[in-house]
């Protein structure tokens, strides 16, 4: 039972972490301003509207 709770844990923290790692890629693409929010979405598996979400973070 604790193994399968750490194994879910770890599990848990990995995807949160390629989430983050992908939508840092996608918001140093934005930067870059040569790719569409269509492009960036297809090269990171995002969303359009997760596309829009970070480029208006990064308005402000």
């Known amino acids: 039972m604790l ?3 750490l194994e879910n844990w770890a599990q848990q923290e990995r995807q949160e972490g390629e989430k983050l790692g992908i939508e ?5 693409l934005l930067k870059l301003g040569v790719l569409s929010d269509e ?3 297809e090269a990171t598996g995002l ?7 970070l480029r208006n973070e990064g308005k402000r």
Do not use: G, P, V
Request: net charge positive; proline share 0%; glycine share 0%.
């Open 3 to 5: 193994a399968e709770n």
């Open 39 to 41: 492009q960036i979405a």
């Open 47 to 53: 969303a359009l509207d997760q596309m829009a979400k």
């Open 24 to 28: 840092k890629t996608a918001r140093h």
